[in-house]
């Protein structure tokens, strides 16, 4: 059964209401600059998966803040 009542179509061009909060860009622009006073500290570990053609790698790095 399914959990919706709109065909594949209408679901695939689905554009729900969602208007811009008015400090959307303004929160961005500070957010960006906030993040951007803090190293990324990224570290990338080589992880074997015994896969021959590809390199597998555990990254991490600082999220939000630090």
């Known amino acids: ?3 919706f009542d ?3 179509e209408e679901l ?3 554009k729900p209401a969602r ?3 008015h400090d959307f860009d303004a929160f961005w622009q ?3 600059a906030e993040t951007r006073q803090h190293p ?3 570290r990338f570990e080589r992880v074997d998966f015994g896969l021959k053609l590809v390199d ?3 990254v991490t790095f ?3 803040g630090g």
């Open 1 to 3: 059964m399914p959990f």
């Open 6 to 8: 709109m065909s594949l």
């Open 12 to 14: 695939q061009s689905y």
């Open 19 to 21: 208007p811009e909060p």
């Open 30 to 32: 500070m957010t960006l």
């Open 40 to 42: 990324l500290n990224a």
């Open 56 to 58: 597998t790698y555990d």
């Open 62 to 64: 600082a999220g939000y």
